[in-house]
């Protein structure tokens, strides 16, 4: 017997499809991302074009900093975090001197801590950085034991308080540890989203057993009451 609620007339047959397990799922939900991604990006971009000066942003997993350039350029505050001491050495490299630009060298995560950060394991013949796959809650096969490295990790409730004030715009690209980050927002209520908008990219294909509180996530954050979060970014 299935166990998938009935259909939506008006949601659509990938919608319907992400809530099936396995395969079929993660399979619905990528197919879903990758129609949307025109849609998504205008929707950051457009989130993007209503900065200025006395916004704060945040860019979490900043890597080298190619988004945090880009909320710079608006003249916003913005605060990038990224946990990976050789990749943060790059982003200091790339934009440390930006006047609105404060770096952070840690992950964002549910709670404070320590904890330790997986580099992805190359590919023969992949230019691929090891370090665009680092991760502290990934547990798949493709993720180094040996390359690891013990690193800081910040409350997302504690980045929101960074810089003062209500976030105006924040993404998040943390490699798997979005799931305990969301499923602490959605414990604490919309009255913690102290921000506009955010961008979230998941990592269901990468990490199947994330898929099914994914798919619960989405439904719990688009509810009436929550900011625009859009968990397809990507």
Partial sequence: MSTLPPPPRADGLLRWLESAPGYLGRAASRERRLRGKARNQAAFDAALARLGPGDICHDLGANVGEVTR??????????????????????????????????????????DGTVTLRRMIPRRGSRLDPSLGSSVV????????????????VAFRRVL??????????????????????????????????????????????????????????????????????????
């Fill in 138 to 153: 990934m547990e798949n096969p493709q993720m180094s034991r040996e390359d690891c490295v013990e690193v800081e990790q």
């Fill in 70 to 111: 880009r909320m710079a350029a608006t003249g916003a505050r913005v605060h990038a975090w990224e946990p990976d001491p050789d990749t943060f050495e790059k982003l200091q490299a790339a934009l440390g001197e930006l006047p609105n630009v404060t770096l952070h060298r840690a992950a964002v995560g549910a709670e």
């Fill in 161 to 234: 308080e960074t810089g003062g004030g209500h976030a105006a715009l924040i993404k998040m690209d943390v490699e798997g540890a979005e799931v305990p980050i969301l499923r602490a927002l959605v414990a604490d209520g919309p009255e913690a989203a102290r921000f506009d908008a955010m961008f979230v990219e998941t990592h269901e294909w990468q990490e199947p057993r994330l898929h099914p509180e994914i798919v619960a996530l989405r439904r719990a954050l688009a509810a009436p009451g929550w900011p625009a979060i859009n968990l397809y970014w990507h």
